[in-house]
């Protein structure tokens, strides 16, 4: 469910640090060569260079957020460390190292990166210029990298969790610390990245906090370093990710440890004093995650979790392996049962569809939103009594509206001004589900479920594009579908859905509120 945006703020940047770099590293591989002169006057030179010419911000050209994401480089992985005092309202101190290949000749780097404050930029071990540019850290080597080169940058910075007057997102504080809400467009509040989903990579991510705190982050545990007064924790993703799907926990927290299908390993971060009353939910994932695996196929990832947040954010979240949820959504006798169960498993389908499978461009959303509104409506079926026919035919009478407000749904309209995640509207949760409703409406059930399977094998730890769902739903249907899916994907106006000529489209209420 989308929170109420604001406007990001810029960096504010430090000067270059021009002390000898910590510990000089290079992958082999690369194509450049390192000149005298510049070992002896890269300080000088890079100032002038970045003096030349003006610093502009950069983008990989989505159509919603055109200046998120960065071209000319691939990112491989990121390192991420963290220094936590043990007050959430101040900035934490941060290393950010990022590892990636050249696509094209740079002689500037842009990093998305806005409230922190940068304090040294390395470029392969030795210090780099540096400057702000809208959102964007722009980042001045020594010398240009050639196309193909392989190059690792480091940039010392704080993160601050508290939100600027005019911007929310990136740390959400809670009760007893802190996690990340990231999605769509503000990984950037927190780290320095390229911080758009066509671009995902491998995370390693260390967290440090005084005694008494707990963190945990994506992937799996690999390394806790107890110090006198502090505790090191260091996790490691073993599939790549998105930036928008990053998690860091720091709490007074337990994590909870059991058993999923195949010996899967659950894990799940709850505030100490909730763990009695949080566990009858939390007890539910391993059927849930077996319930998912029957329906699309062995579950992609290294590890699964619930983080229960005592924040009110207003939403839930799919951060890979470790899914955001308000305790409150588990605490509040308003909700009944059969919806609390739906939620966990839209969150828990989002693995799959938006997490392992990742939208190639923003407008590629609804292959998200609707996929996991239709596996938490399907799971409300079965376990439930709460037919997916109402469900989706409510859905039809409203889809036309929704149309009108947000666009298509494989061509939302860009957000609101001064709402980034205004994108996250009804026409891409139930107007998306819709979709695919209309899909095995037409191909009927055996073909459809034979899609689903095929899509999440075939994309798994990549991107995908609508372009992409429409071409494996010909092929695997053994006809084109493109001009069957044009309407339901791109007209203003819904198509007639197959079996069903009485639908009409009418003002009826609106469908449940969806979750991010």
Not at 8 to 36: N, V
Request: aromatic share 8%; net charge negative; hydrophobic share 35%.
């Amino acid at each position: 469910m989308p929170l109420t945006p604001h406007t990001r703020t810029g960096p504010t940047l430090a000067r270059a640090d021009r002390s000898a770099p910590d510990a000089p590293h290079r992958r082999t591989g690369s194509a450049r060569r390192r000149k005298a002169a510049a070992l002896l006057a890269s300080a000088v030179s890079v100032c002038l260079l970045a003096a030349s010419a003006p610093a502009a911000p950069l983008g990989v050209g989505d159509r919603l957020f055109p200046h998120l994401g960065n071209p000319g480089y691939d990112v491989a992985s990121y390192d991420l460390s963290f220094t936590y005092s043990g007050s959430n309202s101040k900035p934490l101190t941060a290393v950010t190292t990022i590892d990636a290949w050249t696509t094209t000749e740079l002689d500037r780097v842009n990093l998305d990166f806005a409230h922190g404050e940068v304090r040294s930029v390395q470029v392969d071990g030795r210090p780099a210029a540096f400057t702000g540019a809208g959102e964007d850290l722009v980042v001045t080597p020594d010398e240009p990298l050639p196309a193909g080169s392989w190059m690792r940058i480091t940039v010392r910075h704080t993160s601050d969790p508290v939100s600027a007057a005019d911007r929310e997102g990136g740390w959400v504080r809670t009760a007893d610390g802190l996690a990340m809400a990231n999605q769509a467009d503000v990984a950037h509040l927190v780290f320095p990245c390229n911080d758009h989903p066509s671009d995902k990579a491998m995370f390693t991510i260390r967290v440090t906090a005084p005694d008494g705190y707990t963190a945990v982050a994506n992937g799996l545990p690999t390394d806790v370093d107890r110090g006198a007064r502090a505790t090191t924790w260091t996790y490691r993703t073993q599939h790549p990710m998105a930036t928008e799907l990053a998690q860091v926990s720091i709490g007074r927290s337990t994590v909870l440890h059991r058993d999923g299908p195949h010996g899967l390993p659950v894990r799940d971060v709850v505030p100490t004093k909730d763990r009695a009353a949080l566990e009858p939910w939390l007890k539910k994932t391993p059927g849930q995650l077996s319930w998912m695996e029957g329906k699309v196929g062995p579950y992609p990832f290294e590890t699964y979790g619930i983080l229960m947040a005592a924040a009110d954010t207003g939403f839930e979240l799919e951060t890979q392996t470790l899914s955001l949820f308000e305790k409150d959504l588990f605490t509040e006798p308003a909700y009944p049962k059969w919806y609390v169960e739906s939620i966990m498993v839209h969150e828990l389908a989002h693995q799959w569809f938006g997490d392992s499978v990742s939208p190639r461009t923003w407008s590629d959303l609804w292959l998200n939103e609707g996929h996991a509104t239709w596996y938490e409506a399907l799971y409300a079926e079965e376990k439930a009594g709460r037919t997916l026919e109402a469900r989706m035919k409510a859905a039809y009478g409203a889809s036309d509206r929704w149309r009108a407000a947000g666009g298509p749904p494989a061509a939302p309209k860009p957000p609101n001004p001064g709402q980034k995640i205004s994108i996250f509207r009804p026409n891409v949760y139930d107007g998306g589900a819709l979709v695919l409703y209309a899909l095995r409406q037409e191909l009927g059930r055996t073909s459809f479920e034979e899609l689903e399977r095929a899509w999440v094998q075939e994309h798994r730890d990549g991107t995908a594009s609508t372009a992409d769902f429409v071409h494996l739903a010909s092929e695997i249907s053994g006809r084109d579908l493109g001009g069957f899916l044009q309407g339901w994907l791109y007209g203003e106006k819904t198509p007639p859905m197959p079996g069903h000529p009485d639908w009409k489209a009418t003002p009826a209420a609106a469908a449940p509120a969806p979750h991010r």
